[in-house]
């Protein structure tokens, strides 16, 4: 960078949102991610000596990543070239990997290739880029808020050490807001901000562990704040909610966090918990989740995981499948809420699903026996004769209206795939197997 471009850096920066001019130099201005930038660590080991393989920086929203980016760039003598996912297409990084070869064969430097967002490349761009990885003419940083595991093609990962930042935490992001309002040149220092503990408090809770939602929330928060008489801005709780307006959940709802969230509510509804249950529904839903696939996901755990135990469950999260398909958002939000609490608080019983499973095995392994001729109907007079339906019992003319007969082919006719639990209705069921079926209950016999 020529002393023109280096004048012109420094202009930009001084522009540039609080987030932008608060971003760390170095290791030790760097807030947060101490498992694989804290002393000894193998990131900050692979920075400071230089020698940094290609790596995916994978974390959520103002975890660090960019700035880790910027870091690397400060501390290494190789040459920086960033793109942005977003906006770069196949031209700018198929000139950015040709003077990434000219530079090192005219100069014998490194150049490393730092993508933003890089799972908005596709498939045939992050091809590209695969070759020059390879063989070395790029060291490559990619950053990405999805999971590399679905985002990244399996070579370039392959290729790449992975490193997972975590969310910040509240006291690192209190730090980092602190150290803002102190600092005098990149910060807030010139304007004697002075933040209410409360306002403190709330900003840090809204901001969603994003530190640059913080930073620039409390540079809005500052500007807008007139001096007092001391020319101190005085930032007080109205003021951060009047800046923030409106929480923005941190939700991605095609993405890891979708799956990751209804997973949770599942296994809260599974943990009989209502509390939890009602919670992950909302985090999904106030996420602008597609409603109707929550109801989806309600309908399956009914079946599921409550099954035979309370087969009303099933009734209910259909009822509330077609509320919310009539009502639709905002009105339909109870039927669905009345639903996830239903089933987290109704008895759990998974023994249709083992059944079933049983049945999905068995069948695999290549059961496919004719019906036995006693079940089929006997529609003309020659199927009659070769002995269809013949020796059916009608369950109806006995006693309780129940009679003993296979009902299953000679090959699995003493299997028992459904074993009823001992929870909620089914214990019912149990007793009433028991009484026709002495052998159809416990778990002896069943093939799982």
């Known amino acids: 960078m020529d002393m023109f471009e280096n004048e012109f850096e420094k202009e930009k920066l001084k522009e540039a949102p609080l987030a932008a001019r608060m971003r760390p130099k170095t290791l030790d201005e760097f807030v947060g991610q101490q498992h694989i930038v804290g002393k000894g660590r193998v990131l900050r080991l692979a920075i400071e000596s230089g020698n940094l393989p290609s790596i995916m920086l994978w974390g959520p ?16 003598s190789s040459h920086f070239s960033p793109i942005s996912a977003v906006s770069a297409g196949v031209a700018e990084l198929r000139k950015t990997i040709e003077e990434a070869k000219e530079r090192r064969l005219m100069t014998r430097k490194k150049t490393i290739l730092f993508i933003d967002e890089i799972h908005r490349f596709n498939k045939a761009q992050q091809d590209a880029i695969l070759p020059f990885v390879e063989d070395g003419t790029v060291t490559l940083i990619g950053a990405t808020t999805e999971n590399p595991s679905f985002e990244v093609i399996s070579p370039l990962l392959s290729r ?17 807001i602190l150290r803002a309002i102190k600092d005098t040149l990149r910060g807030l220092g010139v304007y004697k901000v002075e933040i209410e503990d409360e306002a403190l408090d709330y900003l840090i809770t809204m901001c969603n562990n994003d530190a640059r939602a913080a930073l620039n929330t409390l540079e809005t928060s500052t500007l807008i704040t007139s001096p007092d008489a001391d020319g101190k801005r005085r930032i007080s709780l109205a003021t951060i909610e009047n800046t923030i307006q409106h929480r923005a959940v941190s939700y991605d709802k095609g993405g890891d966090r979708h799956f ?3 997973s949770a509510l599942h296994k809260s509804m599974r943990g009989s918990d209502p509390d939890a249950s009602l919670y992950w529904l909302g985090r999904m839903l106030e996420g602008g989740d597609d409603p109707l696939y929550v109801a989806r996901r309600l309908v399956r755990f009914a079946a599921e995981d409550v099954g035979m135990a309370d087969p009303q469950a099933l009734v209910v999260a259909m009822a509330a499948q077609q509320a919310i398909h009539f ?21 759990k019983s998974n023994s ?18 004719p019906v036995p001729l006693h079940l089929r109907n006997a529609v003309t007079p020659m199927m009659k004769n070769i002995g269809y339906g013949k020796s059916y019992k009608y369950a109806h003319d006995f006693e309780g209206h129940y009679v003993g007969q296979q009902n299953l082919p000679d090959s699995v006719k003493d299997k028992k795939f459904y074993t009823p639990s001992d929870q909620g209705n089914e214990l019912k069921v149990a007793e009433r197997l028991k009484k026709w079926r002495p052998d159809s209950c416990g778990t002896e016999g069943n093939e799982p």
């Open 61 to 76: 929203p103002g975890s660090g990543k960019t700035t880790l980016a910027n870091i690397i760039a400060n501390s290494t």
């Open 160 to 176: 790449s050490q992975l490193f997972v930042l975590k969310p910040l935490t509240k006291e690192e992001i209190r730090l980092i």
């Open 260 to 262: 990751d969230t209804i």
């Open 327 to 347: 009502l639709g958002l905002p009105e339909g939000k109870l039927a669905l809420a009345e639903a996830a609490v239903y089933l987290a608080t109704a008895p």
């Open 352 to 369: 249709l699903y083992t059944a079933y499973s049983a049945i999905e095995e068995e069948i695999k392994k290549g059961s496919n026996d």
